[in-house]
């Protein structure tokens, strides 16, 4: 309960700008070798999910940030960023998930900053500037997300 009241103070207070969170963190390619940061999602949305093996509801999440992606018109990009689990465990889930965008590792600081992730789904809503907009934990319906990142459709 301490880390749901940690989580909630930290995305309420946005101290991760999106500054931080893409371009002070290194993540690691759950489908290559390589390590970046991602500082090339600035300039349109970006709803970051944290998964982990063997979550249903992160399917379901899955699935409707694809759908979201298709009927955005602002060039919305999901992230996943997987937790709890080894690569191979990582990458089993992600095929599970149906995962079509870039899908990372996130580092441990990152996590460490958020006062660790206490269950999945987790979103982390970015702006087209790289604020954070919002978080949520567990499974967000398509009509909240909409609204939060592409309020014109």
């Known amino acids: 309960m301490l880390r749901l009241a940690c989580l909630i103070i930290l995305l309420c207070a946005a101290p991760l700008s999106a500054a931080q969170l893409t371009v002070d963190y290194q993540f690691k390619d759950l489908r290559g070798q390589t390590t970046s940061n991602l500082a ?32 955005c018109e602002q060039q919305l990009h999901p992230v996943a960023l997987g937790i709890n689990g080894d690569n191979v465990r990582l990458k089993r889930a992600l095929f ?39 978080g949520y934990r567990g499974y967000t319906a398509m009509g909240e997300l909409k609204a939060q990142l592409c309020p014109t459709v």
């Open 40 to 71: 090339h999602l600035h300039g349109k949305p970006v709803a970051m999910m944290f998964f982990e093996p063997e979550c249903p509801w992160c399917i379901k999440q899955a699935k409707v940030l694809k759908k979201l992606h298709q009927e």
């Open 96 to 134: 599970r998930l149906n995962f079509p965008f870039e899908a990372y590792r996130p580092p441990s600081d990152l996590v460490q900053d958020m006062g660790g992730i206490p269950a999945t789904p987790i979103l982390l809503l970015l702006d087209e500037n790289g604020v954070l907009i919002k």
